[in-house]
């Protein structure tokens, strides 16, 4: 009889890197964002920020926008940069954003790149001085328009790209350029293709001319400021969220998440059920062509609660509820429900 394998020593937990780490969340709460001492320095958020350097590389644009931690996702106004908000810097961090707010905006590789991308447009279009130029305010409207605190969105309208979902695009001018710019941007976009027949595709060729032609030049806004940094912000994380509450205290992004929870889950009984993104992607092409027979749902508008679906389950990180089997006609009735809500006249006011 032959002996047992010797067993494997048992891997030595990681020495925490920062004190807090092991922080209950009453406790993290009361902590400053200056005395967190986070960075981006070897995070994941460093490698994608190098991914979005090589991209932006690729096709031919010279500018680079420097980017920092702050407390929300936003390019600021007169400075080409990109701030990011600082719990994607750590994985405890992303935990107690998770509890509070439900879900973590970035909070996966393929999330976080598409943020990015889309961040990049703003800081393009502030490191160039785009929105001046008549050709663009012809294309995207003028930027001067009043920032909405809400927009209520056209689904059936193919002048916008689509991108970070809910239909981002028709929000402001901005937007719709920042959007335009990171579907033209990704790495082996079929945008050509996707997008032929649309009024949108004038919008992806005019930023494809436009890069032609100020790519290799110099910006003419180099500000490297870091706006509203945390190394300098001293409001408390309970300060931070005590704010984020009261300014969600209105409609909801979307009435897909209440729905997704009939269908999906994120907490799978077993470790191998599958992701509910993947499976959606795999059933989309045969549910489109179903809706398209029936006439019951416009198949655009189908097509576009399909990509909201497998958005929201990434950004939820859910996974299939029960036997696979049922998923199809389960999906259909939430397809159903979903583009119900957003009939043209019905449509949620969703907030930005």
Not at 54 to 62: A, K, S
């Amino acid at each position: 009889m032959s002996n047992p394998p010797p067993r494997r020593a048992a891997r030595a937990p990681r020495p925490p890197r920062h004190a807090w780490e092991r922080l209950d969340d009453a406790q993290l709460l009361s902590l400053r964002f200056c005395d967190l001492g986070l960075s981006l320095a070897a995070t994941a958020l460093q490698t994608a920020i190098e991914r979005l350097y090589r991209e932006l590389g690729l096709r031919g644009i010279r500018f680079r926008p420097h980017c920092w931690l702050a407390e929300e996702w936003f390019s600021p106004d007169g400075v080409p940069g990109i701030a990011i908000p600082f719990y994607l810097a750590h994985p405890r961090l992303i935990r107690l954003e998770r509890h509070f707010m439900r879900e973590v905006e970035g909070g996966n590789r393929r999330w976080l790149l598409r943020i990015l991308r889309h961040e990049a447009g703003h800081a393009l279009d502030t490191a160039y001085r785009l929105r001046r130029r008549r050709r663009w305010r012809e294309v995207f409207g003028p930027a001067s328009l009043p920032y909405p605190e809400s927009y209520r969105p056209r689904p059936g309208s193919r002048r916008f790209v689509q991108h970070l979902g809910e239909w981002y695009a028709q929000a402001h001018p901005t937007e719709d350029f920042a959007e335009t710019f990171a579907v033209w941007l990704k790495p082996h976009s079929a945008w050509r293709r996707e997008y032929r027949g649309w009024p949108a595709l004038r919008k992806l060729e005019f930023i494809d001319a436009l890069v032609g032609e100020i790519g290799a030049v110099e910006p003419a806004v180099t500000d490297r400021r870091r706006i509203e940094e945390i190394a300098e912000d001293t409001r408390t994380l309970r300060e931070h969220y005590d704010r984020k509450f009261a300014r969600y205290r209105r409609p909801r992004r979307s009435a897909a998440d209440e729905l997704l929870l009939e269908v999906f889950t994120a907490e799978p009984a077993r470790r191998t059920a599958p992701k509910a993104a993947s499976v959606v992607r795999d059933l989309a092409k045969p549910l489109r062509r179903q809706f398209a027979r029936s006439g019951a749902v416009g198949e655009y508008l189908v097509h576009q609660v399909l990509r909201l679906v497998v958005a929201r389950c990434e950004s939820r990180a859910l996974y299939l509820r029960g036997s696979r089997r049922d998923l199809p006609e389960r999906l259909k009735w939430l397809i159903a429900r979903l583009a119900e809500s957003y009939e043209e006249r019905q449509l949620p006011r969703v907030p930005l």
